[in-house]
């Protein structure tokens, strides 16, 4: 192949793309090549356009256009009662394509220690605090991943909702183990909605984190010492209710 460093260049930005290696990517190129007209130039206009005019929503984390109030927490035509909280993006459209939940999303942009560097303030959890005292919010739906950091995250909001008195639940049947909600089927998906649980009754919650291996878990008074310390912890723990 010939040494062309735009190609080169191309190849290893398109191989950083989720699913696909060094040998999609030339395909791919040569595709656009091939198409320059239909496909390369639309394709790079269109970039640039969500470059320059998508981002993310700063009160519920969606994405929204620059130019336009942000179609899930900011139309006034929408009147729910329930907040869907889900760890990405791509969680919200897997849900929204199962069609099994009418109400508003909320995204945190990760987990409570999924690694070192997230910090509790990077998650919109204050924001979304916020929105549920803010407007007629009568549940709030915890679709965090059934994963360590996952089940940390929704315990954390769960705490974090319980002087507000409103009703709290999380998907239960249907999320495997570890399992992360963007890869589940459609069936899975609604499985789940269907029989989420109450995490709390009235203003007193009424699940606390059980050890599912071995080791004790408390309560964390301090969540920046949480968030520190608890990837060191070497059983995996998760809540039953
Ligand atoms: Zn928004």
Same mark, same amino acid.
């Given at each position: ?66 130019? =336009? ?33 009418? *109400? ?82 459609? +069936? ?9 649980? *109450?995490?709390? =009754? +009235? ?36 809540? =039953?209710?």
């Amino acid at each position: 192949m010939q040494n062309i460093p735009e190609i080169e260049n191309l190849i290893k930005l398109i191989s950083k793309l989720p699913g696909l290696g060094p040998k999609s990517a030339k395909r791919i190129i040569l595709k656009m090549i091939n198409n320059r007209q239909e496909l390369m130039k639309p394709l790079a206009q269109n970039l640039s356009e969500v470059y320059k005019n998508v981002i993310r929503c700063n009160i519920c984390g969606t994405l929204k256009s620059n130019s =336009s109030p942000c179609d899930n927490c900011e139309n006034v035509t929408k009147n729910f009662n329930k907040i869907c909280v889900v760890e990405n993006i791509s969680d919200q459209w897997a849900i929204e394509n199962s069609s099994v939940f009418q *109400g508003y999303f909320h995204i945190l942009g990760g987990t409570l220690s999924n690694s070192n560097t997230q910090k509790k303030e990077d998650l919109l959890i204050d924001s979304l605090i916020e929105r549920v005292k803010k407007n007629d919010i009568e549940e709030v739906i915890l679709a965090t991943s059934a994963t360590v950091e996952g089940q940390t995250t929704a315990f954390y909001i769960q705490d974090s909702l319980k002087k507000t008195n409103i009703k709290v639940s999380k998907l239960a049947q249907g999320l495997p183990v570890g399992g992360e909600i963007e890869s589940l089927d459609d +069936g899975t998906l609604i499985s789940a909605f269907k029989n989420r649980k *109450g995490l709390n =009754s +009235g203003s007193e919650s009424s699940i606390k984190p059980t050890p599912f291996i071995s080791g004790t878990f408390e309560q964390p008074t301090d969540w920046s010492i949480h968030l520190t310390t608890y990837p060191k912890i070497p059983c995996a723990l998760f809540f =039953s209710s």
